[in-house]
């Protein structure tokens, strides 16, 4: 069976020089701990600070001083991070045993995709993983990666026999070629 997540951070591990990253939606921080790993330096950002806390905890229980943890909303992006971002994630929908009333939603995601693609860099990936229980986001997601320039290569990759299985959509930046 596949993993989605295992299978979104194989995507962004085929990038070799990986500056900046950051993870649109820290969670429990296993992608914020991932994106560390690989990167000089990664920002996480999460709405809730339990979130924000169970991040950091992991952090640093495995030795990574390399993350920005931001306790804020993922639109406000370009209130944070002044570079060019080499990878991002995005892991969208609620807290896994927290409150599910908390969750992205396709205004803010869509908002904060927008920042975020205006400073993604040269061959910039951006990996979205996507979950059937909010059709609303997931059209709004297409919608918005299916109009993108030419100079994006928009993907998704989707388990076809699997209806309620999550899926990805990738947004990688060609610009250089
Ligand atoms: C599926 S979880 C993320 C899982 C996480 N990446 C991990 O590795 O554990 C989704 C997270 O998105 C957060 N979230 C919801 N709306 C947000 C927003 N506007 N900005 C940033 N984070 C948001 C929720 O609080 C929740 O923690």
Redesign the pocket.
């Known amino acids: 069976m596949i993993d989605i997540n295992e299978l979104a951070h194989r995507i962004i591990s085929e990038k070799i020089n990986v500056n900046v990253s950051v ?10 701990l991932f994106l560390a790993r690989l990167s000089d330096h990664t920002y996480a ?4 600070t339990v ?1 924000i806390e169970s991040t950091r905890t992991l952090l640093e229980n495995n030795n990574q001083t390399n993350v920005t943890l931001i306790n804020d ?3 406000k992006i370009l209130n944070y991070v002044k570079e060019k971002i080499d990878a991002a994630i995005y ?6 045993g927290s409150d599910k009333t ?3 939603n396709s205004i ?1 995601t869509v908002n904060s995709l927008d920042h975020l693609i205006s400073i993604l860099a040269e061959e910039g990936i951006i990996v979205i993983v996507l979950y059937p229980h909010n059709p609303e986001e997931i059209a709004a997601v297409v919608e918005y990666t299916s109009k993108l320039s030419p100079s994006y290569d928009c993907m998704e990759h989707k388990i076809l026999n699997k209806e309620s299985a999550p899926f990805l959509i990738t947004i990688k930046s060609n610009k250089k070629c």
């Open positions: 993870d649109m939606t820290s969670g429990n921080g296993h992608d914020t950002f999460d709405i809730q979130a909303s993922h639109e892991n969208l929908g609620y807290l896994p908390v969750m992205t803010s």
